[in-house]
């Protein structure tokens, strides 16, 4: 079974402070993906990652940036938190082993409270 | 890009009858059409899929179908209960991409 975890469920942080967002996955997948979830908008995609050292942005990457040293290790930063960025991270991955296969597994994700 | 639209945004219905939730997409290129569902305080966990190839899938109690020309998507959930109380997620795909685009979610409720 697929695992996806993140560093903390819940976190608080105050506003111009460097905030660390960490996900791993024990599946070997290739793609990894940062969303954030707010109420009435889904969840919209932040950042994703398709190898390693490799990155893309997704629709709302503006005060984010992520690394991704290890295969299983996506990390999401937020360089100077801002009480805009309170909401739901969630984390998730996908295989590109099969073609068509693009079933993405989530984390429990993190709630962050900026304050 | 891609942009999909979710409705209704609520959805009660009393236990043992259907629920359907629709969405659209624009772009005609996409082809594959998961649904997720995320129950209160847990991850979104994938229920159903379809691919563009295929009009309707069922599994159980859910079913998708696909309308490629008007470019719309349902999912039908029948016999309600009251564990289906959740948030649903659609989202859509293009050929060989990896990303998906969410909608905004329909939360159900089940009354009982």
């Known amino acids: 079974d697929v695992k996806v975890t993140q560093s903390s469920r819940y976190l608080v942080k105050r506003t111009g402070e460097k905030v660390f967002l960490e996900c791993v996955q024990d599946m070997d997948h290739e793609n990894m993906f940062w969303y954030r979830q707010d109420p009435g908008l889904g969840l919209r995609l932040i950042y994703f990652s398709y190898d390693v050292k490799m990155k893309e942005k997704g629709d709302i990457p503006e005060g984010y940036s992520v690394s991704r040293e290890k295969k299983e290790r996506f990390s999401l930063i937020l360089e100077s938190a801002s009480t805009n960025q309170t909401s739901m991270y969630l984390c998730a991955s996908s295989s590109r082993r099969y073609r068509g296969l693009v079933r993405q597994y989530f984390g429990p994700g993190t709630r962050l409270t900026v304050t | ?112």
């Not at chain 2, 639209?5 to 969405?23: R, Y």
């Not at chain 2, 994938?46 to 563009?52: K, M, Q, T, V, Y």
């Open chain 2, 1 to 112: 890009g891609e942009n999909v639209e979710q409705h209704p945004s609520t959805l009660s219905v009393q236990e043992g009858d259907s629920a359907v939730i629709k969405c659209t997409y624009s772009d005609s290129a996409s082809n594959y059409f998961p649904w997720y569902k995320q129950e209160l305080g847990k991850r979104p966990q994938l229920i159903i899929d379809i691919r563009s190839n295929v009009g309707e899938k069922k599994d159980q109690r859910i079913a998708v179908t696909l309308n490629k020309t008007a470019k719309h998507f349902s999912l039908h959930i029948t016999e309600t209960q009251p564990e289906d109380s959740a948030v649903y997620f659609c989202a859509a795909r293009r050929e060989y991409g990896n990303k998906l685009v969410f909608g905004a979610g329909t939360i159900l409720r089940v009354k009982s």
